[in-house]
C-alpha cells in the first residue's frame, strides 16, 4: 500500500448543469474544476487515461425513473473510464497498475478499489476494455448469443451496424455460423468499413432511400434475427424481413433518444402474431454470468485477428461533450473514446 500524494490534487469534471430538451446542447453542461478529498480507506486515487461517451447517458440526462438513476444537476456526471492509480490505500493495487472504472467525466477519481476492475494494458490497449472487450462487447455478445438465442445459419440483420455494439454483433454473427449478415448505417463510407473491414455480406446507407425496401434486396430470403439498436423505421422494416420464428433482440432505440414526443410505435405489430416472432428488450448488466466465456472466445478472436474494431479517438477531458454530441449524430465509427 502506498502513501496518498502529499498536495492537493485538482480535477476537472463535468457537470450537467441543465436537463436537455431534444438535443442537448452544450450549454447543458460546464466543466469545473474540483480539490480532490484523500483517498480513504480501502479507496483510490486515479488519473483517468480514457472516458467513454454513450448513447443511453442521452436517457440519464432526463429526470425520469429508469434502470439506472438519471445524472444529478450540478453533480459531475459518471461512466466508464479506465486510468492510472496515481495513489492508494487498498490492498493489491498500487501506483502504475490500471483500473476498469465508473468515475468517468472527469481527469482524476477517488474510487473504492472494490468498485473497479484491475486491467492489463499488456494485454490489450486500455481503451479497448471500454470498447470491444467492455460494455459494448459484452452487450453484442450477450444480446446476440443469449437473447437473441442466435443458431448457426440464421440471418442476422444488425442496425447501428458500423458502432460499437452493431460491428461486433455483425461479426461475432459471422464468427459463429451466420448464414448471411446485413448491417445498416448512416453513410457510404460506413457501409464500405461493413463489407470491406467487418466481412459483412450486404449493407446499406439507410439515409440513401427506404430501410424497407433496401433491407429486402440486402437480405431477399429474409432474416431469423434483428439486433435493434436504432427503432422506428428499422424495426417496422425488421418486423416484415423476419422469417418465421425469428427473434428481436431490442438493445437501443437510437432514433428517439432525442425525442420530445413519445414515439409511435411499429405499424406492422401483427407481423409478430403472424410469425410467431419473439422480441425481448435487454440491458447488459443481466448477463454477467456470461462474461469469462466472453473474455475468453473474443479475446481469442482479437488475438488471431479475426474480429476487427475501430475507435473514434476525441483528444482531451475540454471535448468531452463535443465527443457525445458527435456520437448522437453519428460521427463515430466503432467506439467514441474520450483520451484525457
Ligand atoms: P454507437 O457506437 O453505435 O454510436 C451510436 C450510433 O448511432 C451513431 O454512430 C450513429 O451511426 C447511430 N445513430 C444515431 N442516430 C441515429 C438515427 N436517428 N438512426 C439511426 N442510427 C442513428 O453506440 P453503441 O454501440 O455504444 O450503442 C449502440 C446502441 O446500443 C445504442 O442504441 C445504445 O443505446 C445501445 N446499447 C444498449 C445497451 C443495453 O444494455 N441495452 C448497452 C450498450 C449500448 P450512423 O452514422 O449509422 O447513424
Redesign the pocket.
Known amino acids: 500500500m502506498s502513501a496518498t500524494p502529499a498536495t492537493p490534487v485538482i480535477s476537472r469534471e463535468w457537470h450537467l448543469v441543465a436537463r436537455p430538451e431534444g438535443w442537448p446542447k452544450p450549454e447543458d453542461f460546464a466543466l469545473r474544476e474540483v480539490e480532490l478529498p484523500e483517498p480513504g480507506e480501502g479507496q483510490i486515487l486515479v488519473r483517468n487515461v480514457h472516458m467513454s461517451v454513450?448513447?443511453?447517458m442521452r436517457g440519464r440526462m432526463n429526470d425520469v425513473k429508469s434502470y439506472i438513476p438519471p445524472f444529478e444537476l450540478d453533480r459531475p456526471m459518471d461512466g466508464g473510464a479506465v486510468g492510472e492509480v496515481v495513489a492508494s490505500r487498498a490492498e493489491g493495487l498500487a501506483p502504475g497498475d490500471h483500473v476498469l472504472h465508473g468515475l468517468g467525466w472527469r481527469e482524476y477519481a477517488v474510487v473504492d478499489a472494490r468498485r473497479t476492475v484491475k486491467v492489463d494494458p499488456a494485454a490489450a490497449p486500455l481503451s479497448a476494455y471500454l470498447g470491444v472487450l467492455g460494455?459494448?462487447g459484452m452487450?453484442a455478445y450477450a444480446g446476440l448469443l443469449e437473447v437473441a438465442s442466435f443458431k448457426e445459419g440464421d440471418a442476422v440483420f444488425v442496425?447501428?451496424a458500423?458502432?460499437?455494439?452493431?460491428s461486433q454483433v455483425g461479426q461475432i454473427a459471422k464468427l459463429k455460423g451466420a448464414s448471411r449478415v446485413i448491417g445498416s448505417?448512416?453513410?457510404d463510407e460506413?457501409v464500405r468499413v461493413l463489407i470491406e473491414e467487418y466481412g459483412f455480406d450486404a449493407a446499406f446507407n439507410?439515409k440513401n432511400g427506404s430501410v424497407a425496401e433496401q433491407l429486402h434486396k440486402a437480405a431477399p430470403d429474409g432474416i431469423d434475427v434483428y439486433f435493434e439498436?436504432?427503432g422506428g423505421e428499422?424495426l417496422e422494416a425488421a418486423l416484415s424481413a423476419l422469417n418465421p420464428h425469428g427473434r428481436i433482440t431490442v438493445?437501443?432505440?437510437?432514433?428517439q433518444y432525442n425525442a420530445t414526443e413519445p414515439q409511435p410505435g411499429p405499424r406492422n405489430l401483427a407481423q409478430l402474431l403472424a410469425k410467431r416472432l419473439r422480441m425481448q428488450g435487454?440491458?447488459?448488466s443481466d448477463h454477467e454470468a456470461l462474461r469469462p466465456q466472453f473474455f475468453e472466445e473474443v479475446g481469442g478472436w482479437l488475438r488471431s485477428g479475426e474480429l476487427k474494431y475501430r475507435e473514434t479517438v476525441v483528444e482531451g477531458i475540454d471535448h468531452a461533450v463535443d465527443a457525445f454530441l458527435g456520437?448522437?449524430?453519428?460521427?463515430?465509427t466503432?467506439?467514441?473514446i474520450v483520451t484525457l
Open positions: 454513450d448513447p443511453y460494455m459494448p452487450t442496425s447501428g458500423a458502432g460499437a455494439v452493431g448505417a448512416g453513410s460506413k439507410y439498436n436504432v428499422h438493445c437501443g432505440l437510437i432514433a435487454m440491458i447488459v456520437l448522437l449524430r453519428g460521427e463515430n466503432g467506439k467514441m
